[in-house]
């Protein structure tokens, strides 16, 4: 099955700084990679995907990037702010017909120090 | 729009105790997820249902683990009995149906489930 990585596990930085987090993901034939944010208890919610037709993404302070050759993904936030402090999981979707699968890294807790 | 409901919010109950969940989706979604999410990882898919059948069940542990979608709108995911490696969130999420293949999935507010 799908086995996605996700680096680095903590990454704290400061605000301003930008932030990074980078996901590989195994199964050539997934053609989907949300972004999920989760405050401590709380849902995990959608901050950006990106689909295999499309090398890059961006809205406003977040960018996300694919290359399906090396079957890495990455999240880049820019002008980092305390609020933006949570886990981040990225996720890689298997569509086909009949059968899909979400797939999801093991997070990585991003604290921005004011 | 309302988003995915879930009850009870916290659960504490002891090992070898049955425990239910229930899930409502997003009006109009017809594929249902069940995540377990243990403390530090990713969700795992438990269970995939698109109306009031069963898509995936591969990694739900079938010998305590249950659930059930009857009439194809809420949902109830039951543990009986419970282990101790049973404590995590349980995550109910829906797409508006997952044969077009590249679906977004909202999350409920999960259910946080503490074996003892």
């Known amino acids: 099955g799908e086995n996605v990585e996700q680096h680095p596990s903590t990454l704290s930085v400061q605000e301003g700084d930008s932030a990074v987090i980078k996901c590989t993901y195994s199964d050539s034939a997934s053609n989907y990679f949300p972004w999920y944010k989760q405050e401590l208890g709380k849902r995990p919610q959608l901050i950006i995907d990106i689909r295999s037709n499309v090398g890059e993404k961006k809205d406003q302070r977040i960018a996300v990037t694919l290359n399906k050759t090396a079957k890495h993904f990455s999240l880049h936030i820019t002008e980092t702010q305390p609020e933006d402090s949570a886990v981040y999981f990225c996720?890689?979707?298997?569509?086909?017909?009949?059968?899909?699968?979400?797939?999801f890294g093991k997070g990585t807790m991003l604290l921005v120090s004011p | 729009e309302a988003g995915v409901a879930q009850s009870p919010r916290y659960k504490i109950i002891e090992k070898r105790q049955s425990v239910a969940f229930w899930c409502n989706p997003i009006s109009g979604h017809a594929t249902l997820y069940w995540y377990q999410q243990i403390l530090g990882q990713g969700p795992k898919l438990l269970i995939q249902f698109q109306n009031n059948g069963v898509v995936d069940d591969s990694q739900l542990p079938k010998d305590r683990f249950s659930a059930e979608r009857l009439k194809g709108v809420d949902s109830t995911l039951k543990i009986q009995p419970a282990k101790l490696e049973d404590s995590a969130v349980y995550l109910c999420a829906s797409t508006t149906s997952y044969l077009t293949g590249q679906e977004t999935q909202y999350f409920g507010p999960g259910t946080r489930l503490l074996v003892l």
């Open positions: 996720a890689s979707f298997r569509g086909v017909s009949g059968y899909s699968t979400l797939t």
